[in-house]
């Protein structure tokens, strides 16, 4: 692994574990981190109450930037991971479903809640 990708790599994990803390401080319960399945991997998976949330995790030097870098093609892969995830896990049937963006400058973490609806 070259020396940009490991630093790419710690970069990656740095903002999903502050994204993590900022989900376990607003009562979310953390269920998995990384899943990954062969439609796609999920950075971060949450649970409130009777709710899933799906977390895709962009870090850039701007909050506006990492939202748009969370692509179409990404949305497919994160929602067919997701499906993966449910379809194994078969009690979460009846939970509402959320799929969150959070995006990752500096320190600064902004999830936005329900960025998208899976299509059916």
């Not at 692994?1 to 490991?6: E, G, N």
């Not at 949330?53 to 870098?69: M, N, T, Y």
Request: no cysteine; proline share 2%.
């Amino acid at each position: 692994m070259t020396r940009d990708r490991r630093r790419a790599e710690r970069s990656g994990r740095f903002a999903e574990s502050l994204v993590g803390l900022a989900y376990l401080l607003r009562g979310y319960q953390i269920l998995a981190t990384r899943f990954r399945a062969p439609g796609g991997e999920i950075d971060l998976i949450v649970r409130r109450g009777r709710l899933i949330a799906f977390v895709e995790v962009k870090r850039r030097r701007e909050a506006d930037a990492a939202i748009l870098a969370v692509t179409h093609k990404n949305r497919r892969r994160l929602e067919s991971a997701a499906g993966s995830y449910l379809a194994l896990r078969p009690y979460f049937g009846e939970f509402a479903v959320r799929y969150d963006i959070a995006a990752v400058a500096g320190w600064r973490v902004r999830l936005v809640r329900d960025a998208w609806r899976a299509k059916a």
